[in-house]
């Protein structure tokens, strides 16, 4: 079986960076993918579909360092959904995340830094750059 997202977007906002208790870095923020199509009535519609990424380890570092709003990325990873019970209403609640296993920076930049920069996969290991199994005492609240 496999669970593999790719995803060409711009990010909505600055990564937030937090750490767990056992000091493993995750960085979350938002990537904005557009689809461009024609409706049914031959006029051209553009949809916007936001998604949550989340970046673990030094991945998450890098994210956190490098990555600004606007900036273009490309994205590869794999999609979990979960699941809790509201607490106030008690109903099921769902969130749906890009788990980030590869980031690659897409915009040419005008300074020194060179562009293209590519991050994750490959060299680094699996416990690296994906998302550990967490005990339930290091939830990171964002």
Request: net charge neutral.
């Amino acid at each position: 079986m496999i669970n593999k997202v790719i995803l060409v977007g711009r990010l909505g906002k600055d990564p937030e960076i937090r750490s767990t208790p056992g000091g493993t870095s995750v960085a979350k923020f938002s990537l904005a993918t557009d689809e461009r199509f024609t409706d049914k009535n031959g006029e051209k519609q553009e949809r916007t579909e936001w998604h949550n990424i989340v970046a673990w380890g030094r991945l998450g570092e890098i994210c956190g360092q490098y990555l600004r709003k606007g900036k273009l990325v490309y994205i590869e990873g794999s999609i979990r959904t979960d699941s809790w019970d509201d607490k106030e209403s008690g109903q099921k609640k769902y969130r749906t995340e890009i788990i980030a296993r590869e980031m690659k920076m897409l915009d040419s930049r005008r300074d020194d830094e060179g562009g293209g920069s590519s991050y994750g996969g490959g060299s680094r290991s699996r416990s690296n750059s994906s998302a550990p199994d967490m005990a339930e005492d290091e939830e990171v609240p964002f």
